[in-house]
């Protein structure tokens, strides 16, 4: 499985960026799939979830109403649109996969940074 996330970038507050996660090596029927964030000095936390066959999702409270998580199913792609950011929401992000029957999340995207200054 290999998990390949990108679309960060830099963006002034009030503004927009979506992140793209394009997962390969096999069908993620059966997989939750989610996006963390880790802020500079502080621990990752997650953002964002979405069950892959159902499309139910969860959301961080402090992303709700901003942040959009979604999947493309032909196109095995994931995505977060997040709106309305905020300075606090600067971190590095990342996608992962957690593999139905399985603990936790085995799989893991390279972070995207995604920046929120004046």
């Known amino acids: 499985v290999q998990l390949q996330a990108y679309g960060g970038g830099s963006v002034q507050p009030g503004g927009s960026l979506r992140l793209s996660c394009a997962a390969s090596?096999?069908?993620?029927?059966?997989?939750?799939m989610g996006w963390f964030r880790q802020p500079p000095g502080k621990e990752r936390e997650i953002v964002a979830r979405?069950?892959?066959?159902?499309?139910?999702?969860y959301y961080a409270d402090s992303v709700k109403g901003r942040f959009t998580i979604s999947r493309d199913n032909a196109k095995n792609t994931v995505y977060l649109q997040m709106n309305s950011l905020r300075p606090e929401d600067t971190a590095v992000y990342y996608c992962?996969?957690?593999?139905?029957?399985?603990?936790?999340?085995?799989?893991w995207g390279q972070g995207t940074l995604v920046t929120v200054s004046q």
């Open positions: 992962a996969a957690d593999p139905p029957g399985r603990i936790g999340y085995e799989y």
């Open positions: 090596g096999r069908t993620f029927s059966g997989y939750v």
């Open positions: 979405i069950t892959w066959s159902a499309g139910s999702t």
